[in-house]
């Protein structure tokens, strides 16, 4: 493959919407990580594949001399979503699309990969790392576990995410948390199945699975500190088959997110209790089972405010937010940064956009260019050349 002379905004929206059309969910992105790596060597940069299974990591190094290691981070999974669009790049893969804009994430680092390689006027390296699994199975902690700083040292990392709501020309800096922490739980109440008219002979599942969903709320409500955030929900309520018959078997599950390491570890602690005194007070017996998911991503002050200065001065942005609040949604950015110090910052995709994972979702192409200069104007200014 030969890249041509200029990378133009067509040629990215070209590779955008390529993507877009074949949609690969959590590490099933082999066509994608195949194209990205094509691209990046056909940039002339030294690639390593295969990280995370189908990760791909790219390294760069300036002219201007040593420096430090900056990573630069884009995902570029897609959702198990039926696609709503009647655009001409709509999924070609049924069931699949990207409803989040990781295509849109993919093409911007490429554009800045292909631009800083025909010009590396910095001192320093640069590490593109093309993640899989951002979407609720930790290809950000695989990777870690992978040794991607092993292999990979760097001084900082930087990540980004679209944003609908947010307009185009906007962006958003948080100097702390900026998504939360998620975990998953399912809980299984086991009774005694009965006919609906004689419940005394039986063990009420239901009843007990209502009053469950109802009093767990108390664990935000009133085991919240009130100046902390937390959430809560039950998603899925899975009982019966018949009119007359009251279940043997109830099956909850959903999520719990905040930002607060301790607070999410009491509420864990508090959940389980509460689960098994209402089991305990019906008679039931219960399965709970309660997995921890993404930690908090949570920025580093100097690094976020680094992010802020280069965005204020980009030609095209308009606005650059610092005090929007954290959102509720989580991202494995943050198993990242627990390891290396950077920040997270959101672009805006228009304020008249879908929201992500949506089925009429769709990634702005006019937020591309303002990427790819975001990218490319962090890494210059960073890895500013000290000698002549």
């Known amino acids: 493959m030969q890249l041509p002379e200029i990378i133009d905004d067509a040629l990215l929206r070209s590779w955008r ?8 969910t959590a590490f099933e992105e082999h066509r994608t990580s195949a194209r990205v790596a094509e691209i990046l060597r056909a940039a002339g940069l030294e690639v390593t594949t295969g990280l995370a299974e189908t990760g791909v990591i790219a390294v760069l190094d300036g002219n201007k001399g040593p420096g430090q290691t900056i990573g630069l981070r884009a995902d570029m999974d897609a959702l198990d979503v039926t696609e709503s669009n009647a655009v001409a790049h709509c999924s070609h893969i049924p069931g699949k699309m990207h409803a989040c804009g990781h295509d849109g994430h993919t093409t911007m680092l490429l554009g800045a990969a292909c631009q800083l390689a025909r010009q590396p006027d910095f001192a320093g390296r640069v590490v593109f790392v093309f993640q899989p699994a951002e979407e609720n199975e930790g290809g950000g ?19 980004l995410h679209n944003w ?12 702390d948390a900026v998504m939360a922490a998620f975990d998953v739980f399912t809980l299984t109440l086991s009774g005694h199945g009965c006919h609906a008219a004689m419940p005394h002979l039986g063990k009420d599942t239901i009843l007990a699975a209502c009053q469950l969903v109802t009093q767990l709320q108390g664990l935000i409500s009133r085991e919240t500190p009130a100046h902390k955030t937390a959430i809560l929900s039950v998603t899925q309520f899975h009982a019966g088959d018949a009119f007359n018959v009251m279940p043997e078997h109830v099956e909850l599950r959903g999520t719990l997110r905040c930002f607060d390491p301790e607070l999410r570890a009491h509420l864990q602690q508090r959940f ?21 998911r993404y930690p908090a991503t949570l920025n580093a002050l100097g690094h976020a405010e680094r992010c802020a200065s280069v965005l204020e001065q980009l030609p095209g942005m308009r606005k650059v937010h610092r005090d929007l609040p954290p959102s509720m949604a989580s991202e494995d950015f943050a198993y990242l940064l627990q390891e290396c110090p950077g920040a997270y910052i959101w672009l805006g995709n228009g304020e008249d956009s879908a929201s992500l994972h949506n089925p009429y979702y769709d990634f702005n192409d006019a937020a591309i260019p303002l990427g790819v200069s975001y990218w490319t104007s962090l890494i210059r200014r960073l890895l500013a050349a000290t000698c002549p």
């Open 17 to 24: 919407h390529e993507f877009h059309r074949h949609p690969e």
């Open 141 to 159: 902690r695989r990777m870690v576990e992978d040794g991607l700083f092993e292999q990979f040292p760097m001084d900082a990392i930087y990540g």
């Open 164 to 175: 609908p709501g947010l307009a185009l020309g906007e962006a958003a800096v948080h100097e």
């Open 272 to 292: 389980q209790q509460a689960v098994e005194a209402t089991a305990s007070f019906h008679g039931l017996k219960v399965n709970f089972d309660y997995q921890p």
